[in-house]
């Protein structure tokens, strides 16, 4: 899987560094994101022909999804990183979850890449879900490169897709290539910047690498026609208002580069994999907690970004996943464990993509390490060796809106229970509160998507065997209580007051309205959002 990215000794971490594109696909479900990753993964040859990686139900092959729910559904909620080698570069895709609902593990992934790829459907443009991931982009200030996928069939106008980047997130589009011929009668793409023609042709089903044919501008217009001169017009346009290329706001993540193709008949593909090594972003130094950036060079330093269990149904393991920041990674080396100063051995570190997993022997800055057995690995957590120590900010975890409360219907299995809801809590699954209220026996869990009771409810049952009852809550809104000794004014009868992991005192509302209530009733009452690491 890795095909070869990782072979021989990396001298020099900061180097290997500029070869790395470490980014993710953000898109709405069904916009194509497994097509897309499979067609990468193709081009990339790390597969002979495309349906390797293909998370969906019933179709054949290695899945990013592992939780049996995950492949009955079809759906993908876990992630890891899919890592091939592409001309001179090693690319790292992260897999980020695809349903609808949001979960907080879609934030994390984000938090551990360099750029994004907006996949949109031609058809649809801006959907709900890419819309949210793109805040998260914004929030980080990830740079975004857009592909319209689906151009083989027919959609919506190119112009007016342009139109909608810029009107609903404002991102100035700076289209690369522009599609020939309307969507559904794709010929191929006008390349911007050469001004050639570059024709698709079709294979059966886009299994395989679809044959481009390159074309001088006389040349495509004798062949193409009508088609041809519409888009050299509108590629005109273009130009005139502002719409060609401009690498200083791509990387302030002010603009965007857009690409048309076809995920699944592999038009465009290519071209998305030669800009992504033009002009993503590499790794950079990363701030420390101090706001002090860590030299790629300095020696080895990662954060975990992911914590996962029962990946491999026949193994009960425990795996982090870990960006590496500064340093070469050699399996079996030791590191810190900056929350506890404690060491940790690397013994079984590997890559993993789906159920498919390969030992790593070595990483550089940008990559992905799966840490294997990692059970004192918490998600935001550093890892480095030698000196000067350093320790990188959490990730923050982001205000939830679905709070159920939970607890077992079999008494019998009170142990197991309260060591899954632990478990869960440990690897961010969802947020667990307590308050002496409610006892150990019942904990409200909190979420940013429901899908994550769904998750929890499953792994409680299956991987706990401590079957579950599970009641939502009326609340929505949720604040810090700043002031400890406020938990009597805070906790209503439409309010509650409960405990965060960290401690922190929390307090959920049933809505705004009941928020602003209370505090009209308590002036004095001090609440603040909910920021910062778990
Ligand atoms: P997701 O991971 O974002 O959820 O999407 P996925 O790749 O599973 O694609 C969703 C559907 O869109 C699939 O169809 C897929 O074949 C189709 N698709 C993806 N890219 C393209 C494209 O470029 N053109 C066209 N026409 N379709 C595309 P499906 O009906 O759900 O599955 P299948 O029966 O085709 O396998």
């Given at each position: 899987?890795s095909?070869?990215?990782?072979?021989?000794r990396?001298?020099?971490p900061?180097?290997?560094?500029?070869?790395?594109?470490?980014?993710?696909?953000?898109?709405?479900p069904?916009?194509?994101?497994?097509t897309?990753t499979e067609?990468?993964?193709?081009?990339?040859?790390?597969?002979?022909?495309?349906?390797?990686?293909?998370?969906?139900?019933?179709?054949?092959?290695v899945?990013?999804?592992?939780?049996?729910?995950?492949?009955?559904?079809?759906?993908s909620i876990?992630s890891?990183?899919?890592?091939?080698?592409?001309e001179?570069?090693?690319?790292?895709?992260?897999?980020?979850?695809?349903?609808?609902?949001?979960?907080?593990d879609?934030?994390?992934?984000?938090s551990?890449?360099?750029?994004?790829?907006?996949?949109?459907?031609a058809?649809?443009?801006l959907?709900?879900?890419?819309?949210?991931?793109?805040?998260?982009?914004?929030?980080r200030?990830?740079?975004?490169?857009?592909?319209?996928?689906?151009?083989?069939?027919?959609?919506?106008?190119?112009?007016?897709?342009?139109?909608?980047?810029?009107?609903?997130?404002?991102?100035?589009?700076?289209?690369?290539?522009?599609?020939?011929?309307?969507?559904?009668?794709?010929?191929?793409?006008?390349e911007?910047?050469?001004?050639?023609?570059?024709?698709?042709?079709?294979?059966?089903?886009?299994a395989?690498?679809?044959?481009?044919?390159r074309?001088?501008?006389?040349?495509?217009?004798?062949?193409?026609?009508?088609?041809?001169?519409?888009?050299?017009?509108?590629?005109?346009?273009?130009?005139?208002?502002?719409?060609?290329?401009?690498?200083?706001?791509?990387?302030?993540?002010?603009?965007?580069?857009?690409?048309?193709?076809?995920?699944?008949?592999?038009?465009?593909?290519?071209q998305?994999?030669?800009?992504?090594?033009?002009?993503?972003?590499?790794?950079?130094?990363?701030?420390?907690?101090?706001g002090?950036?860590?030299e790629?060079?300095?020696?080895?330093?990662?954060?975990?970004?992911?914590?996962?269990?029962?990946?491999?149904p026949?193994?009960?393991?425990?795996?982090a996943f870990a960006?590496?920041c500064?340093?070469a990674?050699?399996?079996?080396?030791?590191?810190?464990?900056?929350?506890t100063?404690?060491?940790?051995?690397?013994?079984?570190?590997?890559?993993?993509?789906?159920?498919?997993?390969?030992?790593?022997?070595?990483?550089?800055?940008?990559?992905?390490?799966?840490?294997?057995?990692?059970?004192a690995l918490?998600?935001?957590?550093?890892?480095?060796?030698?000196k000067?120590?350093?320790?990188?900010?959490?990730?923050p975890?982001?205000?939830?809106?679905?709070?159920?409360?939970?607890?077992t219907?079999?008494?019998?299995?009170?142990?197991?229970?309260?060591?899954?809801?632990?478990?869960?809590?440990?690897?961010?699954?969802?947020?667990?509160?307590?308050?002496d209220?409610?006892?150990?026996?019942?904990?409200?869990?909190?979420?940013?998507?429901?899908?994550?009771?769904?998750?929890?409810?499953?792994?409680?049952?299956?991987?706990?065997?401590?079957?579950?009852?599970?009641?939502?809550?009326?609340?929505?809104v949720?604040?810090?209580?700043?002031?400890?000794?406020?938990?009597?004014?805070?906790?209503?009868?439409?309010?509650?007051?409960?405990?965060?992991?960290?401690?922190?005192?929390?307090?959920?509302?049933?809505?705004?309205?009941e928020?602003?209530?209370?505090?009209?009733?308590?002036?004095?009452?001090?609440?603040?959002?909910?920021?910062?690491?778990?």
């Amino acid at each position: 899987m890795s095909a070869g990215a990782t072979a021989g000794r990396a001298a020099d971490p900061a180097q290997e560094a500029r070869r790395r594109r470490t980014f993710a696909v953000i898109s709405h479900p069904d916009a194509g994101k497994s097509t897309l990753t499979e067609a990468l993964a193709l081009h990339a040859k790390v597969i002979s022909e495309a349906g390797a990686v293909h998370g969906k139900a019933g179709r054949r092959g290695v899945v990013s999804d592992w939780l049996e729910m995950e492949r009955t559904r079809g759906i993908s909620i876990t992630s890891a990183a899919l890592q091939f080698a592409y001309e001179d570069c090693v690319i790292n895709l992260l897999d980020t979850p695809g349903h609808a609902d949001f979960s907080e593990d879609t934030y994390r992934v984000l938090s551990a890449v360099d750029s994004a790829v907006m996949l949109l459907d031609a058809a649809k443009g801006l959907e709900p879900q890419t819309l949210k991931l793109f805040d998260v982009c914004r929030h980080r200030g990830i740079p975004v490169i857009t592909f319209i996928n689906k151009w083989d069939r027919p959609g919506r106008d190119a112009l007016e897709l342009c139109d909608e980047v810029q009107e609903r997130i404002g991102l100035r589009p700076m289209p690369l290539t522009w599609p020939v011929g309307e969507s559904g009668r794709f010929r191929g793409v006008l390349e911007r910047s050469s001004g050639e023609f570059v024709g698709y042709e079709r294979t059966s089903g886009g299994a395989a690498i679809a044959s481009e044919q390159r074309l001088s501008p006389g040349e495509a217009r004798a062949e193409v026609g009508a088609d041809w001169d519409r888009a050299v017009e509108e590629s005109d346009l273009l130009s005139a208002s502002g719409g060609d290329f401009d690498a200083e706001a791509f990387h302030a993540a002010t603009a965007t580069p857009v690409l048309f193709g076809s995920a699944v008949r592999n038009f465009g593909i290519g071209q998305l994999l030669q800009q992504l090594v033009a002009l993503a972003p590499r790794p950079e130094p990363r701030p420390d907690v101090r706001g002090r950036p860590r030299e790629l060079d300095a020696p080895f330093s990662a954060f975990v970004f992911k914590v996962q269990t029962g990946m491999d149904p026949s193994h009960r393991d425990r795996v982090a996943f870990a960006r590496v920041c500064s340093g070469a990674f050699e399996r079996g080396m030791v590191v810190t464990h900056a929350a506890t100063g404690k060491p940790f051995s690397t013994k079984y570190a590997q890559h993993v993509f789906g159920q498919q997993r390969d030992t790593l022997d070595l990483a550089n800055p940008g990559d992905v390490v799966g840490l294997v057995n990692a059970t004192a690995l918490r998600v935001g957590d550093t890892l480095y060796t030698g000196k000067p120590a350093v320790e990188y900010p959490g990730i923050p975890s982001f205000a939830p809106e679905h709070f159920a409360v939970v607890s077992t219907t079999d008494p019998g299995r009170s142990k197991q229970f309260r060591r899954g809801i632990e478990q869960l809590s440990q690897e961010g699954v969802v947020q667990v509160l307590r308050s002496d209220k409610r006892g150990d026996a019942s904990p409200v869990l909190a979420a940013v998507g429901p899908m994550q009771f769904e998750v929890a409810m499953h792994r409680m049952e299956n991987e706990f065997r401590a079957p579950v009852r599970m009641e939502q809550l009326p609340y929505s809104v949720v604040r810090v209580l700043e002031d400890d000794q406020q938990r009597a004014l805070a906790d209503g009868r439409r309010s509650e007051v409960l405990d965060r992991a960290d401690g922190t005192p929390l307090v959920l509302f049933a809505s705004e309205h009941e928020m602003r209530t209370t505090q009209r009733l308590h002036p004095e009452l001090k609440l603040s959002p909910v920021v910062g690491a778990q």
